[in-house]
């Protein structure tokens, strides 16, 4: 089984009904399994493998797209280091977030709920409407304004109702937490004190990572936008550590879009409270193709840091030209990762450059969601040359172009 109990004042809180927070003090909610013991499910190979230490019982009513259990792969990219992909492309909706979603609806259907709502126009979006469909649950999704179509049509094939706020993305963010509130709608944004649930899908990314790897590496690098995956997957690596399965914790390094390095700067300053945060976000922050992690305030941003603080981490920023040239490398090597989640490997590049990455050391970067959901944000900005062929010239054409 699992408790849940606030992270400020410690009191347990029962999981009758759906809360955000603690109902004494406000604060964040998390879960502790004091009998689960590390004992992943032989004959499962999704993410569902590590049932007993999420928080959904019982297991009957799981609401599941067949999320997790994505690939870590071995690229031969760097002679000095040892470095792999945690593909997180892999999953149904195309990104990391379906862990968390597949926990989160699995709870509304347990809480009796029939409608799911949230402020994205993103991947916590696309995932969302999927998990919703498949419960059969109805779902309406917030977005900004002058999102393009491209981004938001896969929402109208899952069937959700798109609401488009008139204000800035912090504002509708506020805003969707206020309606839902209000209205009783059960809120599936990730971050603690929207849905606490969401909290408990990164960690899975770790779990599979020691799985994988056998062990820790020396460090894991992942894009960071509210702040939650890398404080799920630093999470997983100290659970394994007082489980005894690994002898140390990796090196956590969050990668961060140029112009929003706030959790950066946050870190370096000792900046210790939610408010403080806040009043750092630029506004509005600058034109980026990095629009899934490019957040001017992290709602987990303080979780965030103290994960990467506690393992001798460290933040990077990214600009867009070298999110493309990751973008590029990925494609290389067979994975369309969109440009918000090749960072990862923008990330280690820097990493390694600037010798915090050091000779011989193992290096997992998660590439959080897929390119194919965001080709649109490659036009203009990738050349697509084509060169006319017909009949009488094709031949010619290929033989120059296999240098014959
Ligand atoms: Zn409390």
Redesign the pocket.
Known sequence: MYTI???????T?TDETFRT???????GLEFAYPDAAWKPEANSRTMWRYKDLLPVRPHELLVTLSEGGTPLDRPVLYPDIDLYIKDETRNPTGSHKDRAMSIAVTKAVTFGRDTVMLESDGSTALASAAYAARAGLRSIVVVGRGVPDYRLLPLVVYGSHILEYQGTPAQALDWVHEVCRKLDIYETSTFRLANPYTMEGPKTIGYEIYEQLGRAPDWIVVPVGGGATLEGIGRAFADLHAWGKVGRRPRMAGVLTRGYDMLNEALQRGIASDDELRAMAPDPGPETIQVKIAMTYAPDGLEAMAAVRDSAGCFVSVSDPEALAAQQVLGKLGIYAEPSSAVALAGVEKLRSMKHIREGESVVAVVTGSGFRETGTLAGRVQCQRTPVDAACGVAVIDNLLGR
């Not at 109990?5 to 009191?11: D, E, H, L």
């Not at 927070?21 to 604060?27: D, N």
């Open positions: 109990r606030c992270r400020s004042c410690r009191q809180v927070s603690c109902p004494s003090c406000g604060g």
